[in-house]
């Protein structure tokens, strides 16, 4: 059987697949669409990471395919309608990154609160201001978590540790499965409205496509700050331009855009109380080795008819 490698893998993930006796494993990274499309027939299985887009033309011509492996958690790049329609089976590694992601996540919300890319940036150009760059504390302020699987519920705990109170709005969990945790689960309205801290933890959808927009931010207080190291979309960027400059919100942090990469002319890059970085969620050594065992692993159990 051939396997399809797209995006980097880390070479751990790699050896896994090619250790399998009848297994035929190929890595061709940053393969343009039409030339995926030519060469799809071919393949068994494909792994991929962030970089590839598996459209419904791409699957019209993937004739022998049984897995799409996603070594990540979204499935939000591959389209899932048509390869169900098709028969074929979509595996991703759902907690590969949540450390690295959660982590971010903490990283995001410290930077945000004492305006540290500000201020280093600031410093280098020779000033020495240190009331300008005067930040805000997190004990004992309120964390509103959105989206409370295994990365949400791993920031909750590091939250924690730093004296937050923590509210989760999840519509797919029970109140005995958030109580649990030691946090307090609460309808989105009233996360919005009681939260110093708003982080976006939910898988892109159709659902969640837009959850933040106008009416959320007119929610919030001025005082709150809102971070999405999910996925670009859930939050709707022109609403969230439209809160900063309108003051509606001190201010956000954001690793995941509608747009990806960002354009330099997003006008979100215009506006200090900003902080972005390119999708560094699962950019860590550690997950990069993890995702790639992981979805090795899964894969070849799917190809191998192994439960």
Same mark, same amino acid.
């Given at each position: 059987?051939?396997?399809?490698?797209?995006?980097?893998?880390?070479?751990?993930?790699?050896?896994?697949?090619?250790?399998?006796?009848?297994?035929?494993?190929?890595?061709?990274?940053?393969?343009?669409?039409?030339?995926?499309?030519?060469?799809?027939?071919?393949? +068994?299985?494909? !792994?991929?990471?962030?970089?590839?887009?598996?459209?419904?033309?791409?699957?019209? $011509?993937?004739?022998? /395919?049984? %897995?799409?492996?996603?070594?990540?958690?979204?499935?939000?790049? %591959?389209?899932?309608?048509?390869?169900?329609?098709?028969?074929?089976?979509?595996?991703?590694?759902?907690?590969?990154?949540?450390?690295? @992601? $959660?982590? +971010?996540?903490?990283?995001?919300?410290? $930077?945000?609160?004492?305006? &540290?890319?500000?201020?280093?940036?600031?410093?280098?150009?020779?000033?020495?201001?240190?009331?300008?760059?005067?930040?805000? =504390?997190? #004990?004992?302020?309120?964390?509103?978590?959105?989206?409370?699987?295994?990365?949400?519920?791993?920031? $909750?705990?590091?939250?924690?540790?730093?004296?937050?109170?923590?509210?989760?709005?999840?519509? /797919?969990?029970?109140?005995?499965?958030?109580?649990?945790?030691?946090?307090?689960?609460?309808? /989105?309205?009233?996360?919005?409205?009681?939260?110093?801290?708003?982080? &976006? #933890?939910?898988?892109?959808?159709?659902?969640?496509?837009?959850?933040?927009?106008?009416? =959320?931010?007119?929610?919030?207080?001025? @005082?709150?700050? %809102?971070?999405?190291?999910?996925?670009?979309?859930?939050?709707? =960027?022109?609403?969230?331009?439209?809160?900063?400059?309108?003051?509606? !919100?001190?201010?956000?942090?954001?690793?995941?855009?509608?747009?990806?990469?960002?354009?330099?002319?997003?006008?979100?890059?215009? +506006?200090?109380?900003?902080?972005?970085?390119? #999708?560094?969620?699962?950019?860590?050594?550690?997950?990069?080795?993890? %995702?790639?065992?992981?979805?090795?692993?899964?894969?070849?159990?799917?190809?191998?008819?192994?439960?």
């Amino acid at each position: 059987m051939r396997i399809l490698i797209s995006d980097k893998l880390a070479d751990e993930g790699i050896n896994i697949l090619k250790a399998v006796k009848n297994f035929e494993v190929d890595c061709s990274f940053g393969l343009p669409p039409e030339e995926l499309k030519s060469i799809i027939k071919d393949y +068994h299985a494909l !792994i991929i990471r962030s970089g590839t887009k598996v459209t419904a033309d791409i699957l019209d $011509a993937a004739d022998q /395919l049984k %897995v799409i492996g996603r070594a990540g958690v979204g499935l939000d790049n %591959v389209d899932l309608k048509a390869a169900a329609k098709k028969g074929i089976v979509t595996i991703n590694t759902p907690s590969g990154n949540t450390t690295s @992601t $959660a982590e +971010h996540t903490m990283s995001m919300i410290l $930077a945000l609160s004492r305006n &540290i890319p500000q201020a280093c940036a600031s410093l280098k150009t020779g000033k020495w201001d240190r009331l300008k760059f005067r930040g805000v =504390e997190l #004990h004992e302020k309120t964390l509103g978590v959105i989206g409370f699987g295994r990365i949400g519920s791993t920031v $909750a705990k590091f939250a924690k540790a730093f004296g937050m109170d923590v509210l989760a709005y999840d519509p /797919l969990l029970s109140i005995e499965a958030v109580g649990l945790r030691d946090v307090t689960m609460t309808g /989105l309205k009233e996360l919005l409205t009681q939260s110093d801290y708003i982080t &976006i #933890h939910a898988p892109k959808s159709e659902e969640t496509k837009n959850l933040i927009s106008d009416e =959320e931010f007119s929610l919030m207080k001025k @005082t709150a700050r %809102v971070i999405n190291c999910a996925r670009g979309g859930i939050i709707n =960027e022109r609403a969230l331009t439209k809160a900063l400059e309108e003051g509606k !919100i001190a201010g956000c942090a954001l690793d995941v855009f509608e747009q990806e990469p960002l354009s330099k002319d997003s006008p979100l890059l215009k +506006h200090d109380n900003c902080i972005v970085t390119p #999708h560094l969620g699962a950019a860590t050594s550690e997950a990069k080795v993890s %995702v790639a065992i992981e979805i090795a692993e899964n894969v070849r159990n799917a190809l191998l008819g192994r439960g």
